[in-house]
T-cell receptor, first 114, second 109 residues
Framework: EPEVTQTPSHQVTQMGQEVILRCVPISNHLYFYWYRQILGQKVEFLVSFYNNEISEKSEIFDDQFSVERPDGSNFTLKIRSTKLEDSAMYFC????????????FGQGTRLTVV | TQLLEQSPQFLSIQEGENLTVYCNSSSVFSSLQWYRQEPGEGPVLLVTVVTGGEVKKLKRLTFQFGDARKDSSLHITAAQPGDTGLYLCAGPRISRLTFGEGTQLTVNP
């Protein structure tokens, strides 16, 4: 069964460093998303991406964050100058159509900023 | 103010019991999705309800979408320890999914 895959599963980084989280969405899906979940809190939307551009972003997704689809299969989230409060699970998701259709999530990357 | 309110927040029951969890909103949604999440893993889609009043069954799980498409419920019959997890409802808003805070279900053997 097709699935969304994320790497790495766990990333530890020092405060101020840049990290890149990687995702391979389901191959025939056109919409891609990043969400995050701080430990014990709800799943929060970061950004949606379609046709090689951001279609929507939340207030969390400030200049520190960027997304890219560098080739036909990967979808990346870059966090520049990480802060302690960026520590969270980051989930990539994809869907065939926009927000109105089912989104399938990856297993997540646990980011720990020390 | 949460767009999607889930209740109860925590539920601990014995194996074999029935339970219902709720997802409520003051807003109308074109559809609602239910996910289950286990610790350290991503949400796994269980079902999508689309039509007001719709009922969908997935083995011992019954999902209902309210007539006005503002609320949904998940009923589990004869709960098993394997049903333990965080149950999340989510609704589309523009190009995003908005999640409720979830119901943490624990089924004790």
């Amino acid at each position: 069964e097709p699935e969304v895959t994320q790497t790495p599963s766990h990333q530890v980084t020092q405060m101020g460093q840049e990290v890149i989280l990687r995702c391979v969405p389901i191959s025939n899906h056109l919409y891609f998303y990043w969400y995050r979940q701080i430990l014990g809190q709800k799943v929060e939307f970061l950004v949606s991406f379609y046709n090689n551009e951001i279609s929507e972003k939340s207030e969390i997704f400030d200049d520190q964050f960027s997304v890219e689809r560098p080739d036909g299969s990967n979808f990346t989230l870059k966090i520049r100058s990480t802060k302690l409060e960026d520590s969270a699970m980051y989930f990539c998701a994809s869907s065939e159509e926009g927000g109105r259709t089912e989104a399938f999530f990856g297993q997540g990357t646990r980011l720990t900023v020390v | 103010t949460q767009l999607l309110e889930q209740s109860p927040q925590f539920l601990s029951i014995q194996e074999g019991e029935n339970l219902t969890v709720y997802c409520n909103s003051s807003s109308v949604f074109s559809s609602l999705q239910w996910y289950r999440q286990e610790p350290g893993e991503g949400p796994v889609l269980l079902v999508t309800v689309v039509t007001g009043g719709e009922v969908k069954k997935l083995k011992r799980l019954t999902f209902q979408f309210g007539d006005a498409r503002k609320d949904s419920s998940l009923h589990i019959t004869a709960a098993q320890p394997g049903d333990t997890g965080l149950y999340l409802c989510a609704g589309p808003r523009i190009s995003r999914l908005t999640f409720g805070e979830g119901t943490q279900l624990t089924v004790n053997p």
